[in-house]
T-cell receptor
Framework: QKEVEQDPGPLSVPEGAIVSLNCTYSNSAFQYFMWYRQYSRKGPELLMYTYSSGNKEDGRFTAQVDKSSKYISLFIRDSQPSDSATYLCAMRGTGNTPLVFGKGTRLSVIA | DADVTQTPRNRITKTGKRIMLECSQTKGHDRMYWYRQDPGLGLRLIYYSFDVKDINKGEISDGYSVSRQAQAKFSLSLESAIPNQTALYFC???????????FGPGTRLTVL
């Protein structure tokens, strides 16, 4: 079993929809959780960062971490065509441990 | 100017050739990383370096080597390229807190 599992999609939604993206993981040592967004032909960029369990909100984006279930989510409200991209979850443990990425979910928001 | 640059941006080469991909950063970060991205497989870590004297193997280091020439420069070499090394390669940097990695624009490598 890969350490981080993420449904690759593709996911297609109409403009204005609420989008839910998810990752599960197996390593209970993971403490830092991130979501990166990658537009076509570009490098990934950090979208959300969360430490340990809980929720974090930034505008239309909400990141949730449930460590007891080893499950993280990214919600996008009022989705826009400009949100069309690949979303990658990433996580790591404490200390000098490298990030482990999910495979990424390709999202298309249709106007 | 971009904070993290990669050269070349595109490269087509033949099996058995030696290839070097270069990465430079102006962010002043100590930590640098090389990843490859393949359709359906996501980003996989090849090598990483926490400072000039530190080099660590990642998940898929076989067939690759790296050189950290300076704080700002981290090169990835394919000693004898093979077709299954065809992929999109990304360099990234982070500071000591490592809460965010900054990625370059990527190098698209094709091995024929």
């Amino acid at each position: 079993q890969k350490e981080v599992e993420q449904d690759p999609g593709p996911l297609s939604v109409p403009e204005g929809a609420i989008v839910s993206l998810n990752c599960t993981y197996s390593n209970s040592a993971f403490q830092y959780f991130m979501w990166y967004r990658q537009y076509s032909r570009k490098g990934p960029e950090l979208l959300m960062y969360t430490y340990s369990s809980g929720n974090k909100e930034d505008g239309r984006f909400t990141a949730q971490v449930d460590k007891s279930s080893k499950y993280i989510s990214l919600f996008i409200r009022d989705s826009q065509p400009s949100d069309s991209a690949t979303y990658l979850c990433a996580m790591r443990g404490t200390g000098n441990t490298p990030l482990v990425f999910g495979k990424g979910t390709r999202l298309s928001v249709i106007a | 100017d971009a904070d993290v640059t990669q050269t070349p941006r595109n490269r087509i080469t033949k099996t058995g050739k030696r290839i070097m991909l270069e990465c430079s950063q102006t962010k002043g970060h100590d930590r640098m990383y090389w990843y490859r991205q393949d359709p359906g497989l996501g980003l996989r870590l090849i090598y990483y370096s926490f400072d000039v004297k530190d080099i660590n193997k990642g998940e898929i280091s076989d067939g690759y080597s790296v050189s950290r020439q300076a704080q700002a420069k981290f090169s990835l070499s394919l000693e004898s390229a093979i077709p299954n090394q065809t992929a999109l390669y990304f360099c990234a940097t982070s500071d000591l807190a490592d809460n965010e990695q900054f990625f370059g624009p990527g190098t698209r490598l094709t091995v024929l």
